[in-house]
């Protein structure tokens, strides 16, 4: 189930990412009915995007872990992540792009802590 979850996110993720980079402008045209006003925020799709399937396949990985009791405590280090992303939110709010930017190394990060968690559990 675990290969599966990650095959078909990643599946979709890719999909969305291939969408979010080669049509943004067409995207944000047919969400905001054509106003035309909203197109300035078409260039932060493809970052959101990815940072987004950054957090998807970190609680993918995360959740199948505490689902299997393979952590058996809660894994409070997330919490970092909570207020690193609330911070980012609060210091990179000039522009809808920096914000966008600031949230992807950050969901990166926790993905990068996701998979270092997975390989720990399962050298145990």
């Known amino acids: 189930v675990f290969k599966k979850a ?22 944000v045209k047919i969400l905001t009915l054509g106003d035309l006003r909203y197109i300035p925020a078409s260039q932060a799709l493809f970052p959101l ?3 987004f399937s950054f957090l998807s396949f970190s609680y993918i990985i995360i959740m199948n872990n505490i689902s ?17 992303q609330v911070g980012c939110m609060y210091l990179f709010n000039q522009s809808l792009i920096t914000f966008a ?4 190394i950050v969901n990166f990060l926790m993905l990068v ?3 270092i968690l997975q390989i ?4 145990q």
């Open 101 to 104: 930017f600031s949230i992807m």
């Open 49 to 51: 995007g990815l940072a």
């Open 68 to 84: 299997l009791n393979k952590i058996k405590r809660m894994p409070f280090e997330l919490i970092f992540f909570v207020f690193l």
């Open 6 to 27: 990650l095959i078909l996110t990643g599946l979709v993720c890719v999909g969305a990412l291939i969408f979010y980079g080669t049509i943004p402008e067409l995207i």
């Open 113 to 115: 802590y996701s998979v």
């Open 120 to 123: 720990w559990i399962k050298s």
